[in-house]
């Protein structure tokens, strides 16, 4: 079984900063891309950013030049640094992971149980 655990949300002032994390544990071959979604009240779960196992990386378009995705493969561990953040940025904030169990290309998709981040401003 495969776990997502995140840590780093909270309250924070509009145009501060936070940085989550996020480490993955259980019995993995590898992890393909590991990534952030997030979900306000009343809207749907949309992408934030993600990363490849190669370092390759993927933005919304609302949080491009303020939050920044990255990852260490050795420790399973994906972050997400958040700049300027706005009263918008305002959700629950999740961990998805794209893993293989085996060597076998098949592809699992894990979620953490989600942070909140409040940004008032």
């Known amino acids: 079984q495969v776990q997502l655990v995140e840590s780093g949300g909270g309250l924070v002032q509009a145009g501060g900063s936070l940085r989550l994390s996020c480490a993955a544990s259980g019995t993995m071959f590898s992890i393909d891309a590991m990534g952030w979604y997030r979900q306000a009240p009343g809207k749907q779960r949309e992408l934030v950013a993600d990363i490849t196992s190669q370092g390759s990386t993927n933005y919304a378009d609302s949080v491009k030049g303020r939050f920044t995705i990255s990852r260490d493969n050795a420790k399973n561990t994906v972050y997400l640094q958040m700049n300027s953040l706005k009263p918008e940025d305002t959700a629950v904030y999740y961990c998805?992971?794209?893993?293989?169990?085996?060597?076998?290309?098949?592809?699992?998709?894990?979620w953490g149980q989600g942070t909140q981040v409040t940004v008032s401003s």
């Open positions: 998805n992971g794209k893993v293989r169990i085996t060597p076998i290309p098949r592809v699992y998709q894990y």
